[in-house]
Protein backbone atom coordinates (compact mmCIF):
# COMPACT_ATOMS: atom_id res chain seq x y z
CA UNK A 1 0.00 0.00 0.00
CA UNK A 2 1.01 3.48 -0.92
CA UNK A 3 1.19 6.48 1.53
CA UNK A 4 -0.94 9.73 0.40
CA UNK A 5 -1.28 11.69 3.66
CA UNK A 6 -1.79 12.26 7.19
CA UNK A 7 -4.63 12.88 9.11
CA UNK A 8 -3.70 16.06 11.27
CA UNK A 9 -6.73 16.63 13.42
CA UNK A 10 -10.22 16.79 13.74
CA UNK A 11 -12.02 19.56 11.70
CA UNK A 12 -15.31 20.62 13.48
CA UNK A 13 -18.07 18.84 15.09
CA UNK A 14 -19.57 15.85 12.49
CA UNK A 15 -16.70 13.80 12.26
CA UNK A 16 -14.24 15.61 9.25
CA UNK A 17 -10.99 15.66 9.43
CA UNK A 18 -7.53 17.85 8.36
CA UNK A 19 -5.10 15.74 6.01
CA UNK A 20 -1.78 17.02 4.83
CA UNK A 21 -1.66 15.22 1.69
CA UNK A 22 1.71 13.40 0.78
CA UNK A 23 1.28 13.93 -3.02
CA UNK A 24 1.75 17.35 -5.30
CA UNK A 25 -1.84 16.20 -6.72
CA UNK A 26 -4.56 16.84 -3.66
CA UNK A 27 -6.98 16.59 -6.33
CA UNK A 28 -6.45 12.79 -6.35
CA UNK A 29 -8.61 12.50 -3.54
CA UNK A 30 -11.80 13.41 -4.87
CA UNK A 31 -11.82 10.07 -7.34
CA UNK A 32 -11.23 8.19 -4.65
CA UNK A 33 -14.00 5.69 -2.95
CA UNK A 34 -12.04 4.23 -0.42
CA UNK A 35 -9.21 5.03 1.89
CA UNK A 36 -7.37 2.90 3.94
CA UNK A 37 -6.13 4.62 7.63
CA UNK A 38 -3.57 2.79 9.39
CA UNK A 39 -4.13 2.17 13.20
CA UNK A 40 -2.66 -1.18 14.74
CA UNK A 41 -3.63 -2.53 10.70
CA UNK A 42 -5.01 -0.99 8.31
CA UNK A 43 -8.82 -0.26 8.48
CA UNK A 44 -10.88 0.85 5.14
CA UNK A 45 -13.23 3.59 5.26
CA UNK A 46 -15.53 5.25 2.63
CA UNK A 47 -14.90 8.53 1.43
CA UNK A 48 -17.92 10.44 1.76
CA UNK A 49 -16.88 14.39 0.82
CA UNK A 50 -13.89 15.97 -0.13
CA UNK A 51 -12.70 19.75 0.07
CA UNK A 52 -9.57 20.78 -0.82
CA UNK A 53 -7.78 24.16 -0.22
CA UNK A 54 -4.13 25.47 -1.27
CA UNK A 55 -2.20 23.27 1.67
CA UNK A 56 -5.02 20.84 2.88
CA UNK A 57 -7.26 18.22 2.17
CA UNK A 58 -10.47 17.57 4.46
CA UNK A 59 -12.05 14.37 4.54
CA UNK A 60 -15.04 13.14 5.37
CA UNK A 61 -15.47 9.25 6.07
CA UNK A 62 -19.04 7.59 5.94
CA UNK A 63 -18.10 5.57 9.03
CA UNK A 64 -16.70 8.66 10.68
CA UNK A 65 -19.73 10.83 12.69
CA UNK A 66 -18.63 12.97 15.37
CA UNK A 67 -15.16 14.87 16.46
CA UNK A 68 -14.59 11.94 19.20
CA UNK A 69 -14.38 9.22 16.37
CA UNK A 70 -12.35 11.61 13.90
CA UNK A 71 -10.00 12.56 17.03
CA UNK A 72 -9.37 8.63 16.94
CA UNK A 73 -7.51 9.12 13.45
CA UNK A 74 -5.13 12.17 14.32
CA UNK A 75 -1.93 11.19 13.51
CA UNK A 76 -2.75 8.24 11.18
CA UNK A 77 -1.53 7.60 7.89
CA UNK A 78 -3.61 7.25 4.64
CA UNK A 79 -3.07 4.23 2.68
CA UNK A 80 -4.22 3.15 -0.96
CA UNK A 81 -4.06 0.44 -3.14
CA UNK A 82 -1.46 0.46 -6.12
CA UNK A 83 -4.36 0.30 -8.54
CA UNK A 84 -5.63 3.65 -6.87
CA UNK A 85 -2.14 5.19 -7.64
CA UNK A 86 -2.57 8.15 -10.39
CA UNK A 87 -0.79 7.96 -13.84
CA UNK A 88 2.13 10.12 -14.42
CA UNK A 89 3.67 11.95 -17.21
CA UNK A 90 6.35 9.89 -18.93
CA UNK A 91 9.29 12.27 -16.83
CA UNK A 92 7.26 11.89 -13.54
CA UNK A 93 7.68 8.92 -10.78
CA UNK A 94 6.42 8.34 -7.80
CA UNK A 95 9.12 8.27 -4.49
CA UNK A 96 8.91 4.47 -3.82
CA UNK A 97 10.08 3.84 -7.44
CA UNK A 98 13.66 5.49 -6.71
CA UNK A 99 13.85 3.29 -3.29
CA UNK A 100 16.79 0.43 -4.46
CA UNK A 101 17.95 2.86 -7.62
CA UNK A 102 21.37 2.46 -8.54
CA UNK A 103 23.03 5.76 -8.35
CA UNK A 104 26.32 6.59 -10.81
CA UNK A 105 28.03 9.83 -11.84
CA UNK A 106 27.51 10.89 -15.15
CA UNK A 107 31.22 9.46 -15.80
CA UNK A 108 29.97 5.98 -15.03
CA UNK A 109 31.19 5.90 -11.17
CA UNK A 110 29.13 3.68 -8.93
CA UNK A 111 28.33 5.67 -6.11
CA UNK A 112 25.49 3.29 -4.13
CA UNK A 113 22.03 2.62 -3.91
CA UNK A 114 19.02 4.99 -2.22
CA UNK A 115 18.37 3.51 0.61
CA UNK A 116 15.50 6.27 1.85
CA UNK A 117 14.46 9.70 0.55
CA UNK A 118 14.27 12.58 3.19
CA UNK A 119 11.68 14.94 2.26
CA UNK A 120 11.89 18.66 2.72
CA UNK A 121 10.45 22.10 1.95
CA UNK A 122 13.16 23.17 -0.63
CA UNK A 123 13.79 19.95 -2.19
CA UNK A 124 13.89 16.05 -1.62
CA UNK A 125 17.28 14.52 -0.10
CA UNK A 126 18.19 11.14 -1.64
CA UNK A 127 20.14 9.01 1.11
CA UNK A 128 22.51 6.73 -1.00
CA UNK A 129 24.83 3.76 1.03
CA UNK A 130 27.35 3.50 -0.21
CA UNK A 131 29.81 0.34 -1.44
CA UNK A 132 31.93 1.11 1.56
CA UNK A 133 29.37 1.79 3.83
CA UNK A 134 28.92 5.39 4.03
CA UNK A 135 26.19 7.21 3.46
CA UNK A 136 25.57 10.09 1.50
CA UNK A 137 22.77 12.84 0.95
CA UNK A 138 22.35 13.59 -2.51
CA UNK A 139 20.13 16.85 -3.22
CA UNK A 140 17.32 16.14 -5.51
CA UNK A 141 17.72 19.14 -8.01
CA UNK A 142 18.15 19.64 -11.25
CA UNK A 143 21.65 20.36 -11.10
CA UNK A 144 22.79 17.60 -9.97
CA UNK A 145 20.07 14.83 -10.71
CA UNK A 146 20.41 14.45 -14.66
CA UNK A 147 18.36 11.51 -15.33
CA UNK A 148 16.71 9.02 -13.57
CA UNK A 149 15.70 5.51 -15.66
CA UNK A 150 12.95 3.61 -13.42
CA UNK A 151 12.69 0.84 -15.64
CA UNK A 152 16.75 0.36 -14.92
CA UNK A 153 17.09 1.32 -11.72
CA UNK A 154 19.30 4.21 -12.46
CA UNK A 155 19.67 7.78 -11.45
CA UNK A 156 22.15 9.75 -12.85
CA UNK A 157 24.15 12.31 -11.08
CA UNK A 158 26.47 14.79 -11.75
CA UNK A 159 28.19 15.58 -7.95
CA UNK A 160 28.89 19.24 -6.99
CA UNK A 161 32.30 19.78 -5.30
CA UNK A 162 32.56 17.80 -1.88
CA UNK A 163 29.16 16.03 -1.99
CA UNK A 164 30.63 12.57 -2.34
CA UNK A 165 33.71 13.07 0.58
Do not use: W
Amino acid sequence: MYSIGIVLKPQGVRGEVKVEPLSPYPERFEKLKKIFVQKETPQTYSVEKVRITDRFVFLKFVEINSRDEAENLRNCELLIKQEDLINLAADEYFLHDLIGCNVLSESGEEIGEITDIMQNSSNDVYIVNSRDGKEILIPAVKEVVIKVNIKQKKVIIRPMDGLLE
